[in-house]
């Protein structure tokens, strides 16, 4: 391959991660927007778990807020589990060599969590409840008033039919709440951002990314198997998670079966036309799916 040549495919994949970074920008953006996720004066925690999702995060916060209008803090912060082989040293490193404040929790939850979980079961429900107590409290002696956490698009869909599969709920992840404690508030800014976007993201940034080997080799979750679901989806009907993904912020009570978010009990008729109402003996047609997202910066609130 001569020179120019290599000289115009540099150029293209500059040109394409280029365009993937602007990409995720726009959507973080977007989301932060829609939710009202950042405010003036927040300090927000940052949790890094060495993982291609957490890394992206904390990567794009980093450049929306250079830009943005308003100003908050960064906290990084990485429970380290001790579980056996982490590499202790690599956090630290990167995040010293970004120049943002971190922090390293020095947590043995591995032993915790070995001991009273049978081998062969899951361990991420006790691994995941375990970890959410130490890092609210590490919020609280950071002075963090929101924490921030990498799930995205995919995690967002996976948990919603987990919950409905296995656990008989229409329930997902929500991009913002407040915590199990009350006292902080939960944001999850990549919450439009597909997983391949930060995959690929990961490999144009080189993360030191960094394996989880308390649950990693566990093949047999449930969420791996929505996962390949999901992925099959992709292949033969492109679009179908995009509308299912649209399909969590158009909710319509009064047509589904939850007495207790709509009062079917008293519903009456009135005589009176309903343009939102029920057509019931047609077929209701199929949209296209929603596929595009705007752009929204973050906005100065008085």
Known sequence: MNAAVMEAVADKAGYENNKLHKRLCRLVGQAIGDFNMIEDGDKIMVCLSGGKDSYALLDILMTLRERAPIKFELVAVNLDQKQPNFPAEILPAYLEKLGIPFHIENQDTYSI??????????????????????????????????????????????TFFLNMFFGGKLKGMPAKLVSDDGKHMVIRPMAYVKEADTTRYAEVKGFPIIPCDLCGSQENLQRKQIKNMMREWDKKTPGRCENIFSALSTVVPSHLMDRGMFGFTDLKTDGMPNPLGDIAFDEE?????????????LQRVP
């Open 113 to 158: 969590v070995k001991r009273l979980i049978p081998e062969g079961k899951t361990t991420c429900s006790l691994c995941s409840r375990l970890r959410r107590g130490i890092l609210y409290r590490v919020a609280d002696e950071l002075g963090c008033n929101k924490i921030a956490l990498g799930h995205h698009r995919d995690d967002i869909l996976e």
């Open 285 to 297: 047609p199929c949209s296209t799916p929603a596929t595009g997202l705007g752009t929204i910066s």
